[in-house]
Each structure stands twice: as C-alpha cells, then as structure tokens.
C-alpha cells in the first residue's frame, strides 16, 4: 500500500484518528514508539501542582486540544503510561465496541488524581466520543475554532470557560493562534495557563506574539521532546528537507 504524506512531509495517518474504538490508533503508533504525551506528563504534572499551590484549591480543570481517544486523560488522571494504554486496547483488538468499554470500566476504575477534570477538545467526533463513553474525559466538544463560521454557543463557552490549564500535545500547527484567541475568550475571567509541545517544523511565533498581548509570557524549554520514530525513509527525507528549508 502507498504511503500519503501531509504538507509537512510527515506520513498521512489520517485513517487512524477518527475511528469507533483506539485499537488502530495504538497499534499504529505503538509500533512507531509514539511517546510525546509521555514525554510531556512530567511537565504538564507539574504545571498542575503549581496551579493548586498558587490558587490554594486542589480542584483542576484542563482542556486538552486534540484530545483523541483521552491519552493525556488517561495519564495524568489514572497516572498511566502509553505502554500501559497500548498493551491494554492492543490486547482487545477482536472485543467489540461494548466490551471494549466494560474492560475500561475496571481499568479506569482507581484515579490517580480524582480532582482532575479533563475537558477533551477534537473534531475527531468518534474519537471524542469514545474518550467520554470510556470515562477518560469529564466533558468535551468537536467545536473547530479554525473555521471562520464557528459559532460558540453558551453551551459551548461555559465548557471551554472551566479551563484552569490548555494543553497540546503535538497537535499546534493544525490547529493555531486562532483557536487559542478564541479559548481565550471563553475564559478570560479564569485567566488559563498554557502548555504546547510543537513539532519542529510549525512555528509558535505569531501565536506567541498573540499571547503576549494578552497578557502572556511564552517560555521555551531548554530540550526537545521526542514524537516517534519516522514512518519510512521517505518520511524521514522530507521531514528533514522541510526543515532545512525552514532553517531548522
């Protein structure tokens, strides 16, 4: 089978990220050594402790942007490992939808951090859906904030308005400064911190330039936080090309 490539040069996976139950999304990226919402749980952990000490409550709400099939969820809220999460869904590839869920049930049944609200963010309408029937997201909406003729309903602005932390994990580039603007307006009055992992080839400036006239300071980390392993080599040529190019 031929492989698709996206503007980016990265591999087109499109296939997996929408579907009624995670098998194909672990399978897939598991074999890739998928790591980057691991990579970044130290992180966002800490940003979270951080949050409770200044704000002298222990009760947290998070939105996760691109949330899929609830991984960070399933992190941070169940203090799980992405291995913990392939080898659990991997191992029901032939369960259907239904007992799919009930093997979550017991699996999720001990949270790690039960005054953790995560509010789960995707246009992945399947994938979100499966993330709240599993129990891994307390809320979530498919609203794109992309699109010119998004209208946020109060429904909508209440949801998005909870959040004490923004968070993405590899998915700023597809979505943009636009979308944080208008979270940004949903929540002005909870005044959220933010936390990004961008892949190398999208640029955080004009986003960073919009933060900071709302008041917000973006910093860097001083190390880069591994994706997954390349695809193939072609994968890996344009990828680097691009980079080149952009003078990365």
């Excluded at 799919?100 to 001990?110: G, H, I, P, T, W």
């Excluded at 953790?116 to 399947?126: C, Q, S, W, Y």
């Excluded at 209208?151 to 998005?160: D, F, G, Q, V």
């Excluded at 911190?193 to 190398?200: E, I, K, P």
């Amino acid at each position: 089978m031929n492989q698709n490539y996206d503007a980016s040069g990265k591999a087109d996976m499109s296939g997996i990220y929408n579907r009624t139950d995670p098998v194909p999304y672990f399978e897939t990226l598991g074999t890739l050594g998928y790591c980057i919402p691991q990579e970044a749980k130290g992180t966002v952990r800490a940003l979270i402790n951080a949050l409770r000490k200044i704000r002298r409550r222990p009760e947290t709400s998070l939105l996760d942007i691109g949330c899929s099939y609830g991984v960070n969820a399933a992190l941070l809220k169940y203090d799980m490992t992405f291995e913990d999460l392939r080898e659990h869904y991997t191992s029901m590839a032939d369960i259907p939808r239904d007992g799919m869920l009930r093997e979550d049930a017991q699996f999720f049944s001990d949270p790690y951090d039960p005054e953790l609200e995560v509010i789960g963010m995707d246009t992945a309408h399947r994938a979100l859906r499966y993330a709240i029937d599993a129990g891994l997201v307390d809320g979530g909406t498919t609203v794109n904030l992309e699109e010119d003729d998004c209208e946020l309903t109060p429904a909508h602005r209440k949801l998005l308005s909870r959040a004490d932390l923004i968070l993405s994990t590899g998915c700023f580039g597809y979505v943009t400064n636009r979308t944080l603007d208008r979270l940004l307006e949903c929540g002005q009055d909870n005044h959220p911190w933010m936390c990004h992992t961008v892949l190398r080839m999208f640029d955080f400036t004009d986003a960073a330039e919009a933060l900071a006239a709302q008041g917000y300071v973006t910093e860097k980390l001083d190390r880069l936080t591994p994706q997954r392993r390349f695809v193939d080599e072609n994968e890996r040529k344009q990828v680097l090309a691009n980079l080149e190019e952009l003078g990365v």
